[in-house]
C-alpha cells in the first residue's frame, strides 16, 4: 500500500507535468519533447544487459554478499550507460530525420545523460531487494517532483519551451541519483577477489532476463518510436496524451510487480505461482474497475483539460484503457517466470508477443494513424496473454492460473490491510 500510494503520487504529479506542457506547447511542441526525452532512458534500458533484475534477484537471495553484488553493478552500469550515449549520437540523426536540425542536436546532448538514468536503476533495484521501498518509492518520486517545480518555474520566468521543458524531464533524475548515490555509499563494496564471481552472477541471470529487458522496453515504447518515424510531431504530442490517460490503470499493477517479486522469490515454487496469480486477479479487478471509470469521464474530461487541440486523443485513450487491463494483468503473471528462476521462458514467451506487436504497428499505423496504433496494441497484448497462458502448462508444469477473484483473495487482501506483515503469504493453494 505504500508502494501504491507512491505510485498514484507520481501518477498525479505526471498528470500536471503532461498538462501543463501541452496546454502551453500545443501538440507539435509537445511532439518534440516527446521524441527529445524518450531515447536517453530507452537506449539505457536496452544496453542494461539485465543488471537490474539480475542485481534483484541475487540481493534479495544472498543479503550477505548484496554490497559486492551492488558495487559490480554500478561499474557496470556506468559503463554500458556510455555505451548507450555513443550509440544515441550516432542513430538518433536517422530515426528524426524529419525533425529540424535543432531538436536532433539536443537529443543528441541529452544522451549525455544515459549513465545516470541506468545507475538510478540499480539503485532502486538494490532498495527493492532489501525491502526498503520507502527508500525506493522516494527514488521513483522526487524526479517528477523535481520536473513539477521546474515547469513552474520556467513559466514563470516565460522560459518554458521544448528544449527547456526537456530539461526540466531528465536533470532532476540525474540530480537525485548522485545523492542517493552518496547517500548509499556505505552499502557499495568492491573487493577484487569478488569481482569475477559476483560477475559471472549478475550476467548469467542478466542474460537470461536480458532479453525480457529489450522485450519490455520495445513494448513499451516502441509504439512510439514508430509514431515518432512515420506521423507528425503535432500527431506525436496527440498520442503521447492519450497514453499518458491510457495507463493510469497500470499504476496498480507497477506497484503490486515492485514488492511481488522479491517475496515470490523467497517462497517455494508452488507457493511461489499462488502468490502471483492471486496477486493478478486482484490486479484484473483493480484495474478493470479503474479503466472503465476513466472511459466513461475521458471525452468530457480530456478536452476540457488538455485544450481542444488535442480531441483526436479521446478515442486513442479508450482503446489503450481496455489494452491496459490485459497488458498489465500479463505482466503480473510474468513474475511467475522471473520469480522462480526461468527468466529465459519468459523471454521466449514476450519475444513471441512482440513478434507480433511489430508488424501490427507496421501495418496498421501509416493505414489509420493514431487509431491504428492503440488497435496494434490491442491485438498483440492479446496475442501475449494466450501466449502466456499457454506457457504455463509448458515450461512450469502447472496450468495455467484462474483470472477470476476468489472470496479467500478478497479475504487476504482485507487481513494484510487490516494486519500489515501479520497476513499470512501463502505455502501450498491451488493455482
Do not use: C
Not at 499505423?365 to 509448458?394: D, N
Not at 496450468?399 to 472470496?407: C, H, Q
Amino acid at each position: 500500500m505504500h508502494t501504491l500510494a507512491a505510485q498514484f503520487g507520481v501518477l498525479g504529479v505526471n498528470l500536471a507535468t503532461g498538462l501543463i506542457i501541452a496546454r502551453e506547447l500545443a501538440p507539435k511542441g509537445r511532439g518534440e519533447q516527446a521524441a527529445m526525452t524518450l531515447w536517453p532512458a530507452v537506449l539505457a534500458s536496452l544496453l542494461s544487459f539485465g543488471l537490474p533484475v539480475a542485481l534483484r534477484y541475487y540481493a534479495a537471495r544472498d543479503r550477505a554478499r548484496s554490497s559486492e553484488l551492488l558495487g559490480v553493478a554500478l561499474i557496470y552500469a556506468a559503463l554500458l550507460g556510455f555505451v548507450a550515449t555513443f550509440a544515441g549520437i550516432v542513430f538518433v540523426p536517422h530515426w528524426l530525420s524529419h525533425y529540424n536540425v535543432h531538436v536532433i542536436r539536443f537529443t543528441q546532448w541529452l544522451m549525455l545523460l544515459s549513465p545516470p538514468f541506468l545507475v538510478a536503476r540499480i539503485l532502486q533495484s538494490f532498495l527493492e531487494a532489501r525491502g526498503d521501498f520507502r527508500q525506493s518509492n522516494f527514488i521513483l518520486y522526487m524526479p517528477p517532483a523535481g520536473t513539477l517545480v521546474t515547469l513552474l518555474a520556467l513559466i514563470g520566468f516565460h522560459r518554458l519551451n521544448p528544449y527547456t521543458s526537456s530539461l526540466a524531464y531528465v536533470i532532476p533524475t540525474v540530480l537525485l541519483t548522485v545523492w542517493r548515490l552518496i547517500a548509499l555509499r556505505r552499502f557499495i563494496r568492491f573487493r577484487l577477489p569478488d569481482f569475477a564471481e559476483a560477475t559471472r552472477r549478475l550476467f548469467t541471470y542478466g542474460f537470461g532476463a536480458y532479453g525480457i529487458n529489450i522485450l519490455n522496453t520495445f513494448a513499451a515504447q516502441i509504439d512510439q518510436a514508430l509514431v515518432v518515424k512515420f506521423l507528425s510531431p503535432a500527431d506525436l504530442g496527440a498520442y503521447t496524451v492519450a497514453l499518458t490517460i491510457g495507463r493510469l490503470p497500470s499504476t496498480i499493477a507497477q506497484a503490486l510487480v515492485v514488492v511481488l517479486l522479491p517475496r515470490a522469490t523467497a517462497l517455494e515454487f508452488d507457493a511461489a505461482l499462488t502468490l502471483v496469480a492471486r496477486a493478478a486477479r486482484v490486479n484484473l479487478v483493480g484495474t478493470a474497475v479503474a479503466s472503465t471509470v476513466l472511459a466513461l469521464v475521458v471525452p468530457t474530461a480530456l478536452p476540457f483539460l488538455y485544450g481542444h487541440a488535442f480531441s483526436i486523443s479521446v478515442g486513442v485513450a479508450e482503446i489503450l484503457l481496455l489494452q491496459v487491463v490485459i497488458s498489465s494483468t500479463t505482466s503480473v503473471l510474468a513474475q511467475s517466470f522471473l520469480a522462480t528462476g526461468r527468466p529465459v521462458f519468459l523471454t521466449i514467451l514476450q519475444a513471441l508477443g512482440l513478434g507480433t506487436a511489430v508488424p501490427f504497428l507496421l501495418m496498421l499505423i501509416p493505414r489509420f494513424g493514431l487509431i491504428g496504433a492503440a488497435l496494434a496494441l490491442l491485438a498483440s497484448t492479446l496475442v501475449r496473454l494466450a501466449f502466456m497462458m499457454v506457457s504455463y502448462p509448458l515450461f512450469l508444469k502447472r496450468p495455467p492460473p484462474s483470472l477470476v477473484l476468489r472470496t479467500d483473495d478478497i479475504r487476504f487482501v482485507r487481513e494484510s490491510l487490516r494486519g500489515g506483515r501479520r497476513a499470512p503469504l501463502p505455502q501450498e493453494a491451488e493455482i
